[in-house]
C-alpha cells in the first residue's frame, strides 16, 4: 500500500465542521480512510460516522470517546476557539481539551499510528514563556489545568495566542513519550487561513492587522493549503517525523527569525495608518 494512502486505516477527526479540519476530512475520505468525525456541530462530509462533542467539557469528551469502540489508526485534532469567546473557553478548547481528549484515544491508537493537531504561527513566540507553559503542561488533569489557567489571567490574556503557543510546547513534549508505545504526534502551524473564523479574527483586530502575519508571501492560506500538510505529518510518509511543528506560514516564522520581517514595525504602520 502507498504511504500516501489511508485505504484501510481507522481515522478519529475532532473538529470536521469547517474550516481547516473540513477540508482534511474531505481528504481523508478521498484518501480512502474509515474517517469518524467528532463536532459540536453536524459536518457536511460523507464519513463512516458522525458524534457530537463539546471539547470544553470533560463530562462530553468522555461520551464522545466512549461513543466508538475499538483502536484506531490516527487521530487529527482540528478544532478550536477564536478569541471572540471568553478566555477561559478559548483556553479549553484549544488546549486542556485538546490534551484530555488526546489522552483518552493514546491507549487506543495502533502501534505505527500518528496524532496530529492544528496550532497556529500566532503562538510562534512560545520560548518567551516557556517556563508558565511548562507548570501549565506539569498539571496533571483537567481541572488543575483550569484551575492554573484561572489564576494566571495576565499570562493567558485572550487565551488564543497563549492556548496556541501551550498546544505547540505540548506537542513537541509528547513526542517523547507518546513514541515509546509507537505512536507519533506532530502539530502544523498555519498562517492566517481563510475560514469561516477568520470573520471573528478581523472583529478583534482588523483585516490590515492580520495581514501583517501573510508576509512574506502576501496572501492568506486556503484550507486546503493547511489540510495537505496536516494529513501529511498523519501518513506513514511522515514516518521518521515526531515531536514536531511545522510552520505553514508561506515564510513567516522563518522570516522573523533572520531579522527580515520586523513585526513591531509592521504593527507600527498598521496602528499608525489607523
Known amino acids: 500500500m502507498s504511504v500516501w494512502s489511508f485505504a484501510g486505516k481507522r481515522v478519529v477527526i475532532a473538529g470536521c465542521a469547517t474550516g481547516m479540519g473540513e477540508a482534511t476530512a474531505r481528504e481523508l475520505v478521498r484518501l480512502g480512510a474509515e474517517l469518524h468525525g467528532f463536532d459540536i456541530r453536524p459536518s457536511a462530509v460523507e464519513m463512516a460516522s458522525f458524534h457530537p462533542i463539546d471539547l470544553s467539557s470533560p463530562d462530553s469528551i468522555a461520551t464522545a470517546v466512549a461513543s466508538l469502540g475499538g483502536e484506531i489508526d490516527a ?68 481541572a488543575s489545568a483550569e484551575a492554573w489557567v484561572a489564576a494566571h489571567p495576565d499570562l493567558v490574556g485572550d487565551g488564543y495566542g497563549f492556548s496556541k503557543e501551550v498546544a505547540t510546547v505540548w506537542t513537541m513534549m509528547m513526542g517523547a513519550r507518546t513514541i515509546k508505545q509507537g505512536v507519533r504526534i506532530n502539530c502544523i502551524c498555519p498562517g492566517p487561513t481563510q475560514t469561516p473564523m477568520m470573520n471573528d479574527f478581523e472583529e478583534v483586530a482588523g483585516a490590515t492587522m492580520i495581514d501583517v502575519f501573510t508576509l512574506p508571501i502576501e496572501r492568506r492560506s486556503t484550507p486546503a493549503e493547511q489540510a495537505y500538510p496536516l494529513i501529511f505529518l498523519g501518513s506513514d510518509a511522515a514516518s521518521y517525523i515526531n515531536g514536531h511543528a511545522l510552520n505553514v506560514d508561506g515564510g513567516f516564522v522563518g522570516a522573523v527569525a533572520t531579522g527580515q520581517i520586523d513585526v513591531a514595525a509592521e504593527v507600527g504602520k498598521v496602528l499608525a495608518s489607523n
Open 75 to 142: 487521530l487529527f485534532n482540528c478544532a478550536g476557539l477564536p478569541q471572540t469567546f471568553p478566555a477561559e473557553a478559548v483556553m479549553k478548547v484549544n488546549f486542556i481539551g485538546l490534551r484530555h481528549w488526546t489522552e483518552q484515544w493514546l491507549p487506543r491508537i495502533r502501534k505505527g499510528g500518528s496524532v496530529s493537531s492544528i496550532t497556529s504561527t500566532a503562538g510562534f513566540a512560545w520560548s518567551q514563556h516557556l517556563p508558565e507553559i511548562m507548570e501549565l503542561l506539569a498539571t496533571p488533569d483537567f
